[in-house]
């Protein structure tokens, strides 16, 4: 009889401790704008396992039902943020009311970084997670580098980005096989203005006030089809309580960063400011390669001070208007020069802006916003008694809004996303060919005689302008069937040039999740088109100015399509009470590239023309893992296979082996101090590349010649102190290049470093 009785009581026991209680809240940005985040994954792990997975709504709000004995966990992008423990001692409080959870926590618990699927080109509003294949660089991971600048961050911690050193000793980008000239940055879903050589002036973006970086390989965006190879998204910080930080870094070449950044809330957290002010200075130095007859390459000095304000206005308690949103930023440079020609480049950059979300009804939400971002650059004479001399000028207007539907059932989760971008860019630049109107006015005003043009020689623009204004809309329709966990995503981007016309852009993704939400299975198509850019269609430059060598536009240029493909698994493991987290991810890609417009150099090599060159096929995949061990230790591992197949294109850069590696160590004793080490290795295989030339007169290519490009590898050294006790000091100390690695000659493909360095810094936040 008593064994009868034990046997029923613990049969009652196990039925009990099935028994399930709901549990539910919402999620926010942070808690001064109370704006709801879409899509954050709440998971309920049963030990060690997942037992089921639920997501946010349009809301923010979640409901899932537990267990006694579980815990919760919340996430974004697979980013771990939050983990609740529930207990049968707490169970009780935990679901009697709803929960608040604030996305600023992602900062502070950060396990895994792991791989994201397109959230943003203007944030989350367009596009859901899992368009393309991405990866999410986290606060961890910046400070695990402690990068200097965004070329570090990049070629250091994401496989098949490498920067090397171009003309005029400016880095040049190669991003799994595209070029700089087909990655879009993107600053907090913006575009910017400006260009140097392939890409933006690199030196405008500061990290000091990011949050976290986004890299999404292919044609990520219905909405900026331009983005053929890739988009760089950098999210700055929200601020949720007032403190002011200070960091001071030294390194090589007499390289100085200087950085304050003040976060101010007010107290009823409805308005939130983020002021960011930063000085970077570093003098000229030249690389030698260890073959002395090599030539050297200059990599100039820069001054620049760079100061940015995002100002929100948080309302969420009103029916409406959820938020306003107000930014602005400047931006000057000085590049020293003046020793090898007389005169300095002094770059500025200007930019403001506004953003605003309307809640319309339970269905409907409205994000709209309006953007300006100016870049110039200007001759500053040194040597000579001459006027400051415009040479570039490039102004952008952006206007965009998204209008989003949703609506769930039981069974389907609809989300119904129409967006729109109109953009008006205006470009002047000494690359253009000369209008010699008003130089001759000039002159005759310089002789005394009056004309209505005098602004020209005061302002020094005698330069041609161009024009071109582009609309981009888009229609993307989400579907989750929760009973199959299935998701199928189909849209069509639309875009209208003022000088090519339209162009459609369709995309479509599926995903599914299996093994109780442990693997995940997507596969992606999306097509990506590229209008030849002003300086493509009008340039006319003289080297040099001695009619020895010129670089040549071309207005017949036909626009690029590229078509990408994708298919990838990832696998997650997740150890009992979380002391063992893997993530396994594997992604095959192919692009195909037509129409590719290039710079061709004649059978002289005295002019290179911009042309329709061919096609391109560039295929591979992605090999990544991360796991951590009793939350201490960490390892990253990234590998690139990358293949590609030219059609008359000038040479490829492309490496078909790359990697990266990180280890790292955290420990914090006694709550009072933390330290973390890191060891983090960018892997470059061997490159063996062809260069081409181009006859005009028979439109035929023909092979220059062939070079090989050494396999490489760098290394990077990194600590980090805190000391909590004293007012949240930071120390960073670490080795740069630690194993002294130098090419033979240095060139486009080979790495930047110059040798060995160390580094030193502190941040102190008030």
């Known amino acids: 009889m008593r064994n009868i009785l034990a046997f029923l009581f613990l049969f009652f026991s196990l039925v009990s401790n099935a028994e399930k209680y709901r549990l539910h809240g919402r999620v926010f940005d942070d808690s001064s704008l109370m704006t709801p985040v879409v899509d954050v994954s709440v998971s309920v792990i049963v030990d060690g396992k997942k037992d089921t997975t639920v997501v946010t709504n349009s809301w923010g709000s979640y409901s899932v039902f537990?267990?006694?004995?579980?815990?919760?966990?919340?996430?974004?992008?697979?980013?771990?943020?939050?983990?609740?423990?529930?207990?049968?001692?707490?169970?009780?409080?935990?679901?009697?009311?709803?929960?608040?959870?604030?996305?600023?926590?992602?900062?502070?618990?950060?396990?895994?970084?792991?791989?994201?699927?397109?959230?943003?080109?203007?944030?989350?509003?367009?596009?859901?997670?899992?368009?393309?294949?991405?990866?999410?660089?986290?606060?961890?991971?910046?400070?695990?580098?402690?990068?200097?600048?965004?070329?570090?961050?990049?070629?250091?911690?994401?496989?098949?980005?490498?920067?090397?050193?171009?003309?005029?000793g400016t880095p040049v980008m190669n991003l799994q096989g595209m070029g700089g000239k087909d990655v879009l940055f993107l600053v907090d879903g913006e575009k910017m203005s400006g260009e140097t050589m392939d890409n933006i002036d690199y030196d405008r973006l500061e990290l000091n006030n990011v949050k976290r970086i986004e890299v999404i390989k292919g044609a990520a965006s219905i909405l900026y089809p331009e983005a053929i190879g890739g988009v760089v998204n950098i999210v700055t910080i929200d601020p949720y309580k007032n403190k002011v930080s200070a960091s001071f870094n030294y390194r090589n070449h007499n390289e100085i960063r200087a950085n304050t950044t003040a976060e101010l809330v007010s107290k009823d957290q409805g308005i939130s400011s983020l002021t960011s002010l930063s000085f970077h200075n570093r003098d000229t130095y030249t690389l030698q390669g260890k073959d002395l007859a090599s030539t050297p390459v200059n990599v100039w000095g820069i001054k620049n001070l760079n100061v940015n304000e995002k100002l929100t206005i948080g309302l969420g308690k009103k029916p409406k208007l959820n938020f306003l949103l107000a930014k602005g930023g400047y931006y000057c440079e000085t590049i020293d020069k003046q020793s090898y020609q007389g005169y300095n480049y002094f770059h500025q950059g200007a930019n403001a802006g506004l953003k605003g979300s309307f809640v319309l009804n339970k269905f409907l939400s409205l994000w709209t916003s309006y953007y300006f971002d100016r870049y110039v650059k200007d001759y500053k004479y040194v040597d000579y008694d001459l006027p400051d001399k415009r040479k570039y000028e490039?102004?952008?207007?952006?206007?965009?809004?998204?209008?989003?539907?949703?609506?769930?059932?039981?069974?389907?989760?609809?989300?119904?996303?129409?967006?729109?971008?109109?953009?008006?860019?205006?470009?002047?630049?000494?690359?253009?060919?000369?209008?010699?109107?008003?130089?001759?006015?000039?002159?005759?005003?310089?002789?005394?005689?009056?004309?209505?043009?005098?602004?020209?020689?005061?302002?020094g623009t005698p330069y041609k302008t161009h024009r071109q204004t582009t609309l981009n809309s888009c229609l993307v329709d989400v579907l989750t069937f929760k009973e199959y966990d299935f998701d199928l995503l189909y849209g069509?981007?639309?875009?209208?040039?003022?000088?090519?016309?339209?162009?459609?852009?369709?995309?479509?993704?599926?995903?599914?999740?299996?093994?109780?939400?442990?693997?995940?299975?997507?596969?992606?198509?999306?097509?990506?088109?590229?209008?030849?850019?002003?300086?493509?269609?009008?340039?006319?430059?003289?080297?040099?100015?001695?009619?020895?060598?010129?670089?040549?536009?071309?207005?017949?240029?036909?626009?690029?399509?590229?078509?990408?493909?994708?298919?990838?698994?990832?696998?997650?493991?997740?150890?009992?009470?979380?002391?063992?987290?893997?993530?396994?991810?594997?992604?095959?890609?192919?692009?195909?590239?037509?129409?590719?417009?290039?710079?061709?150099?004649?059978?002289?090599?005295?002019?290179?023309?911009?042309?329709?060159?061919?096609?391109?096929?560039?295929?591979?995949?992605?090999?990544?893992?991360?796991?951590?061990?009793?939350?201490?230790?960490?390892?990253?591992?990234?590998?690139?296979?990358?293949?590609?197949?030219?059609?008359?294109?000038?040479?490829?850069?492309?490496?078909?082996?790359?990697?990266?590696?990180?280890?790292?160590?955290?420990?914090?004793?006694?709550?009072?101090?933390?330290?973390?080490?890191?060891?983090?290795?960018?892997?470059?295989?061997?490159?063996?590349?062809?260069?081409?030339?181009?006859?005009?007169?028979?439109?035929?290519?023909?092979?220059?010649?062939?070079?090989?490009?050494?396999?490489?590898?760098?290394?990077?050294?990194?600590?980090?102190?805190?000391?909590?006790?004293?007012?949240?000091?930071?120390?960073v100390f670490g080795i740069d290049n630690l194993f002294n690695y130098k090419p033979d000659r240095y060139d486009l493909v080979s790495c930047q470093s110059d040798g060995i360095s160390l580094y030193g810094g502190v941040k102190y936040t008030f």
Not at 399 to 419: A, C, H, M, P, V
Not at 436 to 459: C, M, Q, S, V
Not at 507 to 519: F, P, T
């Open 492 to 731: 069509l981007g639309l875009s209208s040039h003022s000088e090519y016309g339209a162009h459609f852009s369709p995309s479509v993704g599926l995903k599914k999740g299996l093994l109780r939400n442990k693997m995940t299975l997507r596969a992606n198509y999306n097509r990506g088109t590229r209008n030849p850019n002003i300086k493509e269609r009008y340039m006319d430059y003289d080297v040099g100015g001695l009619g020895m060598f010129r670089i040549v536009g071309n207005k017949d240029l036909t626009t690029e399509k590229s078509d990408n493909v994708s298919l990838s698994v990832n696998y997650d493991i997740i150890g009992r009470k979380n002391k063992f987290k893997a993530d396994l991810f594997v992604n095959g890609f192919y692009h195909n590239k037509k129409n590719c417009i290039e710079g061709q150099f004649n059978v002289r090599k005295d002019t290179m023309k911009y042309i329709n060159v061919g096609e391109v096929q560039l295929y591979g995949f992605d090999a990544c893992t991360r796991f951590t061990i009793f939350r201490d230790w960490m390892v990253d591992l990234n590998y690139t296979f990358l293949k590609d197949s030219y059609s008359n294109v000038t040479f490829t850069t492309n490496r078909p082996h790359s990697g990266t590696v990180r280890f790292s160590y955290r420990k914090c004793i006694k709550k009072k101090y933390n330290f973390d080490v890191s060891l983090n290795g960018t892997i470059k295989g061997r490159n063996d590349s062809e260069s081409y030339s181009y006859d005009a007169n028979t439109g035929e290519m023909s092979i220059d010649k062939s070079e090989t490009y050494p396999a490489y590898s760098v290394w990077k050294l990194n600590t980090t102190h805190s000391f909590v006790r004293v007012s949240n000091l930071e120390l």
């Open 66 to 168: 537990v267990p006694d004995s579980c815990e919760v966990v919340f996430s974004e992008f697979d980013i771990t943020f939050v983990v609740l423990q529930v207990t049968p001692e707490n169970i009780k409080d935990l679901t009697s009311k709803a929960h608040t959870v604030y996305l600023h926590e992602l900062s502070k618990e950060i396990e895994l970084d792991e791989f994201c699927f397109v959230h943003t080109a203007t944030s989350r509003e367009l596009t859901e997670k899992f368009i393309m294949p991405a990866k999410a660089l986290t606060l961890t991971d910046i400070k695990g580098i402690d990068a200097s600048n965004i070329s570090d961050v990049l070629e250091q911690a994401v496989p098949g980005v490498e920067f090397s050193i171009g003309q005029n």
């Open 394 to 459: 490039n102004n952008r207007h952006s206007l965009n809004f998204i209008l989003e539907y949703e609506k769930t059932s039981d069974l389907i989760r609809n989300l119904l996303k129409f967006g729109a971008n109109l953009e008006y860019e205006y470009l002047l630049s000494d690359q253009f060919e000369f209008d010699l109107k008003p130089l001759i006015e000039a002159e005759l005003n310089r002789l005394g005689i009056t004309t209505d043009n005098y602004y020209y020689e005061i302002e």
